[in-house]
């Protein structure tokens, strides 16, 4: 068991275009999380699946952002039309809920030029 | 709204001493509190949690103090080490949700 793997590491893109982000949690797990750190910040909660259901949603952060778990088990982060105030850090975890088993990944970091 | 206040900022410490980190909560539905430890190019990752039925635990030289009362906690690092350099995150769950609300974050540096 490696953890929680995303793809990619870093990401740069032209304002406009969209970003996809995928998340691979630990294999045990059952739930998954997406969060976003901006600098100096501590990580925003966006949304959660419980296998592939998505049960909170109302914390993304415009109706550009979207989120799939489609087999309940890696997930993928949607960003279409990006902005420049959506550079930050998407940081995934994952967790069976038991709370001391939420484990967060390394995280992707997003520049939009 | 921040929901969850960290304090302070930015906190140097001599090796050998006491690392404090304080945090603030005003919503009285908040039920789980957990610290984070977040290195440069990494996700935080959890340090020690507490629930708000207990007033202290301690996890080796790492200890969690919790006054409900008051809607404060704190992390108390003991025999503070360079290797604790890093920045700390509070955070705080509301009762049924399951997203985590963070702090700001403290940039914690332990001098050799």
């Known amino acids: 068991d490696t953890g929680v793997s995303q793809d990619p590491r870093h990401k740069i893109t032209k304002r406009g275009q969209n970003v996809t982000f995928r998340c691979d949690p630990i294999?045990?797990?059952?739930?998954l999380y997406w969060y976003r750190q901006t600098l100096g910040q501590g990580p925003e909660f966006l949304t959660y699946f419980q296998n592939e259901a998505q049960l909170e949603k109302s914390r993304l952060l415009s109706d550009r952002f979207s989120a799939e778990r489609p087999k309940g088990s890696f997930s993928t982060l949607e960003i279409q039309r990006t902005e420049q105030g959506d550079s930050a850090m998407y940081l995934c975890?994952?967790?069976?809920?038991?709370?001391?088993?939420?484990?967060f990944g390394s995280g992707t970091r997003l520049t939009v030029v | 709204q921040q929901q969850v206040k960290q304090s302070p900022q930015s906190l140097i410490v001599q090796k050998g001493g006491i690392s404090i980190i304080n945090c603030a909560y005003e919503?009285?539905?908040?039920?789980?509190f957990p610290w984070y430890q977040q290195f440069p190019g990494k996700g935080p990752a959890l340090l020690i949690a507490?629930?708000?039925?207990?007033s202290e635990k301690k996890e080796g030289r790492f200890t969690i103090s919790f006054n409900k009362s008051a809607k404060q906690f704190s992390l108390h690092i003991m025999d503070s080490q360079p290797g604790d350099s890093a920045t700390y995150f509070c955070?705080?769950?509301?009762?049924?949700?399951?997203?985590?609300?963070f702090g700001k974050g403290t940039h914690l540096i332990i001098q050799p």
């Open positions: 507490i629930r708000p039925d207990v």
């Open positions: 919503n009285t539905a908040f039920d789980y």
């Open positions: 294999s045990e797990h059952n739930r």
């Open positions: 975890a994952s967790g069976t809920g038991d709370w001391d088993g939420y484990t």
């Open positions: 955070a705080a769950r509301f009762l049924g949700a399951d997203g985590l609300t």
